[in-house]
């Protein structure tokens, strides 16, 4: 079960929410236009609205976070930057508020928590200041925040964190977004290595390394977008065997793009030897979570990774 932090007195009041994700298939690649596979998971950010005389407060009492953002700082964190831009764009510069923040996905853990944060303050904005933003305007400004907190995103978590559908994604000028219909829901354990996972760190590395090979970068995501495609027919058809196979060699591309981690590699073999099908770093990697497809064991394999002492949780994907 899952613990959720809205309380009480939240209900019926007017909170945005953003959703959580997995990358099932093809994360880094997707930033170089190929396709990627992603779900939402069942933890959200929750956000919500109150008026205050001036400035902008911010308050997420699970992270012990209460602050004033200074928008006259020397060098703003990127969170209060992409505030102000978003506040620009609203046309709400100036408004005094009070933003309270329930994060029910965790912090670093390449779970999208950055967009699903993005996503929950546009809509606690959106019902608050009565904006009638349509979803596809929430996703482009969540979509400019992301660009605050990693430089080249590649649109894929603001989306997931907006719509919250299973999902074929491909960037782009007007980026692919189809929604896939699973036959039946998917069973996904998340294992989590507890060490942070930085999105804009790993994505730069990638890059710096790419731009050094091109040719042998340029093969790596062709074979992963190679992945992708046969993953989706996979996942169509419930095929888990093929599906966690894709996974297994994503899992390798992504080590040789040097994105998984001691931690991330432990998590993995467990998963394995715990009867996963398949198992694969999710998100951004270098730390943050893998994913674990183990249709006849989820709870052993989950068990396991908590007795090695990292955390996991059993989510279901799709479906209803
Ligand atoms: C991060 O969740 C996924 C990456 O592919 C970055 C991106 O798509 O922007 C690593």
Known sequence: TLKT?????????????????????????????RRAIAAPIPLAIQARIEDTREGIELIIPRWGVEQRLDFDAKRPPSFTRSMARLLESLGLTGRGMRIEIFPNVPRAMGLGGSAALAVAVIRAMNVHFGLGLSDARVNELAFECEKFAHGTPSGLDNTLATYGDVTLFRA???????????????????GMSGVESLTAKTVTRVREAWKKNPAIYERIFDEIDGLVGLGLDALKTSDYDTLGEMMNVCQGLLNAMQVSSWELEELIQIARNNGALGAKLTGGGGGGSII?????????????????GYHAIEVTVGGA
Do not use: W
Request: hydrophobic letters at 45%; proline letters at 9%; charged letters at 20%.
């Open 292 to 308: 674990a497809l183990a249709p006849e064991n989820s709870a052993g394999v989950a068990r396991a990774i908590r007795a090695a």
């Open 5 to 33: 932090e809205t309380p009480d007195t939240l209900e019926g009041e007017a909170l945005g929410a953003g959703h959580g994700k997995i990358i099932l298939l093809g994360e880094h690649s997707v930033v170089y236009g």
């Open 172 to 190: 782009g000028e007007q980026p692919m977004r189809e929604v896939i219909e699973l036959p039946e829901p998917l069973p996904i354990v998340i």
